[in-house]
């Protein structure tokens, strides 16, 4: 409702409204195959999208990332997963799960950014890169996973 509509028009009057500065979530699902094949290479098919890039003049802040596991074999390998810009960084990104989901069953994982880590990137180039998860080494065992990705969309001013 437009409590400044001062047309007198009985329909009133419309606003468009975008998304930027609302809180959502997105929900991606990351297949056994997408685990297997996933590195800190940088190469295509090693990382995988959470989030499109913001665009120019845009920057995502991220709240939380919720992922359910399903394991059929469980990974043992000792991988950590990381959630950030650059798929080829082990050392700046946003999130990092250490040993993920290691000799563990099926299970929930509630994971929110650390402050100290740096995502590599200032926001002028963030604006320009998908969020996109990716690990240190291939997961071995078989696991899938939905990651529900809690964000904010801010304007760069």
């Not at 047309?7 to 297997?36: L, R, W």
Request: aromatic letters at 10%; glycine letters at 6%.
């Amino acid at each position: 409702v437009d409590a400044s509509d001062t047309s007198a028009n009985p329909n009133g009057t419309s606003k468009k409204v975008t998304n930027e500065q609302i809180i959502q979530t997105t929900k991606v699902n990351i297949t056994s195959a997408n685990f297997s094949s996933m590195d800190d290479t940088g190469s295509a098919g090693t990382f995988f999208q959470l989030l499109p890039s913001s665009g120019t003049g845009f920057f995502y802040v991220i709240i939380a990332v919720n992922i359910n596991t399903l394991v059929t074999s469980p990974p043992s390998n000792n991988t950590n997963l990381f959630i950030g810009y650059d798929s080829s960084q082990i050392t700046d990104y946003v999130i990092q799960a250490f040993r993920f989901n290691n000799n563990v069953s099926s299970r929930s994982y509630n994971i929110a950014p650390n402050p100290r880590n740096a995502s590599g990137d200032h926001l002028g180039v963030i604006s320009s890169k998908p969020l996109i998860v990716y690990a240190n080494q291939n997961f071995n065992g078989n696991i899938s996973a939905d990651f529900y990705v809690t964000y904010r969309k801010c304007s760069i001013v």
